[in-house]
Every structure is written in C-alpha cells, then in structure tokens.
C-alpha cells in the first residue's frame, strides 16, 4: 500500500491526482501546516530528512520531491495503462517526450521560483513589525515585484498561454505526467482573477484538468490546492 504524506494545501495534490488516474490503491497520512508560519510541521522529518511534502512510501521504499515521485509511480503503476493514459511517459525520441521532459522540469526549475517568490513578496508587508517600518517593507516589496517578479511571471505566462495554443496538452494531445508536474503551477499561477481573462488558453486548460474525475476526486480526498 503507498501511503501520500499529505501537506495540506500543497504540491503533494498532484500526487494524489496521478494515483487517481492509475487507479492504484493508496492511503493518505495527513499533515497541517503551522497556523502561525503556515510551514510543515516537524512530524514530517521523521518520514524524509528534508521535512517537506510531497512525500510518498511504497513498502521499503521513500521517495520525496515532485517530479522524483510522478516517475516513480508512472514508472512503477502506468506501465500498463490504456487509453488516454497510454502516454504518460512518451516514448522516448518522439516530440512528445521532449516536450513531457521539459515541463517537467520547467515547473519546478523556473515557474515556481518566481510564483514563490510573489507569494513571499506580497506577504511580507502583512507580517509583524514596528510600524515605522512597514511603508518601507511595503515601498521595497512593491518594487521588487515591479522590476523583478512580475515581469518573469509575465514572461512565464505569456509563454504557457502561447504553447496552449497549439498543444492539447502539455505534452501534446495526451495526457502525460507533465499535466500532473505542471497542476499545482498551473492553479498558482492563475489565481488571481484578471489572469483568467488575460490567459484564455491556460484558463480553459485548467478547465479541462480540473473536470477530470480523478482530480476531482483527488481534491475531495486532498482538500484545497492553494492556500487561501
């Protein structure tokens, strides 16, 4: 039986979403961030040294880090599979595989750093401090974000938008297990409204991941992705 150590509200959704397209059995041992830092709790350093979500057990096996566990159980459970998840893993040498290996990497190697990095920006202003300082957090976020953040993040989005448009999916038109690496980016990146609007092709990507039933049952067993 794999057991998902679930952080709530965290990337470890994506895990859940792929078990429930394979169809394999798992149980979920749940996890709740701090109420005050909003961070893991120190429960999770008993299952990986990192402390961090998502991590998965397999028998004797722990796997941690996204993309390490979607290969895995692709690797591992998808090998079989049918249908419209026949190419969770392309085959290798096609476009298909090229483009599956680069979002891959992408979502985590690039898209998130600067989605995190927003998050991180705009909370900092909210957080304690002497009141004479908080105009200066706020000034010196807002310009971080301005010149830095904000334009990577338009970047980013502009190019996902573009590679929608002509792509089902990630990887073409298949599901593969980019879909599932780049989910948790995908709702980051669209969560404030106006984006929806600006972004139809990203929009209705989402649309289209989120009426899959196995993500909508991955989300009722996983609870919310984002933090509110």
């Given at each position: 039986m794999i057991t998902v150590h679930h952080l709530e509200t965290s990337r470890s959704q994506r895990v859940l979403w792929l078990l429930e397209e394979l169809g394999v059995p798992y149980e979920i041992k749940r996890y709740q961030r701090d109420p005050k830092t909003r961070l893991a709790p120190a429960a999770l350093k008993a299952i990986h040294p990192l402390g961090k979500s998502p991590v998965i057990t397999d028998g004797d096996e722990t796997v941690a880090e996204s993309g390490a566990i979607l290969e895995y159980l692709v690797e591992r459970y998808g090998a079989q599979a049918q249908g419209e998840l026949a190419h969770l893993q392309p085959a290798p040498g096609t476009a298909q595989h090229r483009q599956s290996r680069f979002w891959m990497h992408y979502a985590e190697g690039s898209l998130m750093n600067w989605l995190v990095?927003?998050?991180?920006?705009?909370?900092?202003?909210?957080?304690?401090?002497?009141?004479?300082v908080r105009p200066i957090a706020r000034q010196l976020c807002a310009q971080v974000q301005a010149k830095l953040?904000?334009?990577?993040?338009?970047?980013?989005?502009?190019?996902?938008?573009?590679?929608?448009?002509?792509?089902?999916?990630?990887?073409g038109e298949q599901l593969s297990m980019a879909d599932f690496q780049m989910s948790f980016a995908v709702e980051a990146a669209l969560a404030r409204g106006a984006e929806v609007a600006r972004f139809p092709k990203l929009a209705a990507y989402r649309v289209r991941m989120q009426a899959r039933p196995a993500y909508q049952r991955a989300l009722a067993k996983g609870g919310p992705v984002l933090m509110s």
């Open positions: 990095m927003k998050l991180v920006f705009v909370t900092i202003p909210t957080q304690p401090m002497p009141f004479f953040i904000d334009p990577n993040i338009e970047t980013a989005m502009a190019f996902m938008e573009a590679h929608l448009g002509s792509h089902l999916w990630f990887a």
